[in-house]
């Protein structure tokens, strides 16, 4: 039985993301179990952890401390494959200058910073924030999550904030939005995205699959 933990602290696009892997894991035709919790015992018991996110960082972070996530989230990835969505993959840098400043996790190294008002393409037109839609994710690494994805797809985006790293060797993926910007990260067992692959639609729905089969390693 493969286990997948989606942790669930009141800000996340929870039952989309778990409506997927069952997907996934019945086309796998693998025993699949699929618990939507924030049970300490439950997600330190299962295979594999998500760690999804939407809404305001400030938001995130007040339920994730209130809940003790914090720490789960530090065990979890000590032990297991993890995989931050969106939100998630916010959370867990130091800080985000969203909502004038919050402290996140520090569980990997870089800030999260505001793609701004006055954003243009490279004719020089207005592009809205949040960035919403479909968008082309360049892979700057070998990983086991991007097997059978290929290279430029497009994947499905909704954020006004992005991840900035000094660590060049994390980023997994980029993307551009006026400026290229940081669409996955990878570290250990860690790999996170700023997109939904849950809405992703094939290559979203391929990443999830090469997310039951990770061990962790790269």
Same mark, same amino acid.
């Given at each position: 039985?493969? $286990? =997948?933990?989606?942790?669930?602290?009141?800000?996340?696009?929870? &039952?989309?993301?778990?409506?997927?892997?069952? &997907?996934?894991?019945?086309?796998?035709?693998?025993?699949?179990?699929?618990?939507?919790?924030?049970?300490?015992?439950? =997600?330190?018991? +299962?295979?594999? !952890?998500?760690?999804?996110? !939407?809404?305001? =960082?400030? @938001? /995130?972070?007040?339920?994730?401390?209130?809940?003790? #996530?914090?720490?789960?989230? $530090?065990?979890?990835?000590?032990?297991? %494959?993890?995989?931050? =969505? /969106?939100?998630?993959?916010?959370?867990?840098?130091?800080?985000?200058?969203?909502?004038?400043?919050?402290? /996140?996790?520090?569980?990997?190294?870089?800030?999260?910073?505001?793609?701004?008002? @006055?954003?243009?393409?490279?004719?020089?037109?207005?592009?809205k924030v949040p960035h919403m839609g479909w968008n082309q994710v360049s892979q700057?690494?070998? &990983?086991?999550? *991007?097997?059978?994805?290929?290279?430029?797809?497009?994947?499905?985006? #909704? &954020?006004?904030?992005?991840?900035?790293?000094?660590?060049?060797?994390? !980023? +997994?993926?980029?993307?551009?939005?006026?400026?290229?910007? #940081?669409? +996955?990260?990878?570290?250990?067992?860690?790999? +996170?995205?700023?997109?939904? %692959?849950? $809405?992703?639609?094939?290559?979203?729905?391929?990443?999830?699959?090469?997310?039951?089969? *990770?061990?962790?390693?790269?």
């Amino acid at each position: 039985m493969n $286990k =997948i933990a989606v942790i669930d602290y009141g800000m996340g696009n929870l &039952h989309s993301v778990a409506k997927a892997l069952e &997907h996934v894991g019945r086309e796998l035709d693998e025993q699949v179990e699929v618990v939507v919790t924030a049970d300490a015992n439950v =997600i330190a018991g +299962a295979d594999r !952890v998500i760690f999804p996110g !939407v809404g305001a =960082i400030r @938001d /995130c972070m007040a339920e994730i401390l209130r809940l003790d #996530v914090d720490q789960i989230m $530090k065990d979890a990835i000590q032990s297991k %494959p993890v995989l931050a =969505i /969106c939100v998630g993959m916010q959370a867990l840098m130091n800080t985000s200058e969203e909502n004038g400043g919050v402290e /996140c996790l520090g569980f990997l190294d870089g800030e999260v910073r505001y793609f701004g008002d @006055d954003l243009r393409d490279s004719d020089g037109l207005r592009l809205k924030v949040p960035h919403m839609g479909w968008n082309q994710v360049s892979q700057t690494i070998d &990983h086991p999550l *991007w097997k059978d994805v290929p290279g430029n797809s497009r994947f499905y985006f #909704v &954020h006004s904030y992005y991840v900035q790293t000094l660590q060049q060797g994390m !980023v +997994a993926g980029v993307s551009n939005y006026s400026n290229d910007f #940081v669409a +996955a990260l990878a570290d250990n067992n860690i790999f +996170a995205v700023q997109f939904h %692959p849950e $809405k992703s639609q094939t290559v979203g729905l391929t990443l999830l699959r090469n997310f039951l089969l *990770w061990d962790g390693t790269v």
